[in-house]
């Protein structure tokens, strides 16, 4: 596709309930990466992927988060058991490889946690 | 330990006020450092990248620059629509390779 697609963009579920957000990075974008942004606040780093290396997971808050790249392109974040904290933008981003080469973001999902 | 801290916090200008935002970092093996703009509701829009100190880049309004220590975002005569939240990331090439470490932002406002 022409720029990173993430979906939903928009979810609201209760408290304690799983939900998976979907990240399509550039195509032929090596790297991915995920972040959150809550309101008022920084983007927080959450985890990268580089091709087939391992994933660098050190931002995942807690065992609650986890995130998976099949195929090296489609990436999928998945919280379980959310919390109200999790409530958040989460957003996904893609670039050529990790080398300094532009990192383009998507739009972003909204999740509300209720 | 990888850093960004951007200044100001906010900015209010008018219309043709000329400014410059400030993001002063400290990166192991600097990759690159990024300039973003993000609007209400919407993910970062890539502006500009860096690599070396003394590079400067420009589009439209906007100049950004690089030192060893900072970035400048010059903002020449700025109209409402650059009214938005201006981030400053860098990649660092240590033990943290790929990561980007995000400042927390300057929100600009521009009225007529």
């Known amino acids: 596709g022409a720029g990173v697609s993430q979906s939903p963009s928009n979810k609201v579920t209760e408290k304690g309930k799983d939900v998976e957000l979907r990240c399509d990075p550039i195509?032929?974008?090596?790297?991915l990466y995920w972040y959150r942004q809550s309101l008022g606040q920084g983007l927080e780093f959450l985890i990268y992927?580089?091709?087939?290396?391992?994933?660098?997971k050190s931002g995942l808050p807690s065992d609650r988060f986890s995130a998976e790249r099949t195929g090296g392109s489609v990436s999928t974040l998945t919280i379980q058991r959310t919390q109200q904290e999790d409530s958040a933008v989460y957003l996904c981003?893609?670039?050529?490889?990790?080398?300094?080469?532009?990192?383009?973001f998507g739009e972003g999902s909204w999740l509300t946690v209720v | 330990e990888d850093q960004v801290t951007q200044s100001p916090e906010a900015l209010r200008l008018q219309e043709g006020e000329s400014s410059s935002l400030n993001c002063s970092y400290t990166?192991?093996?600097?990759?690159?450092l990024f300039w973003y703009r993000q609007d209400p509701g919407k993910g970062p829009e890539f502006l500009f990248t860096?690599?070396?100190a003394g590079e400067e880049k420009e589009k439209e309004r906007l100049k950004a620059t690089l030192t060893k220590k900072e970035s400048f975002l010059h903002i020449t005569a700025p109209k409402p629509e650059d009214s938005a939240t201006y981030l400053c990331?860098?990649?660092?090439?240590?033990?943290?390779?790929?990561?980007?470490?995000f400042g927390r932002g300057t929100q600009l406002t521009v009225w007529p």
């Open positions: 860096l690599y070396s």
């Open positions: 990331a860098v990649q660092g090439g240590g033990s943290t390779l790929g990561r980007l470490y």
């Open positions: 992927f580089q091709g087939n290396s391992a994933p660098d």
């Open positions: 195509s032929g974008h090596t790297a």
């Open positions: 990166v192991s093996g600097l990759r690159g």
């Open positions: 981003a893609s670039s050529l490889d990790s080398s300094g080469n532009t990192i383009y």
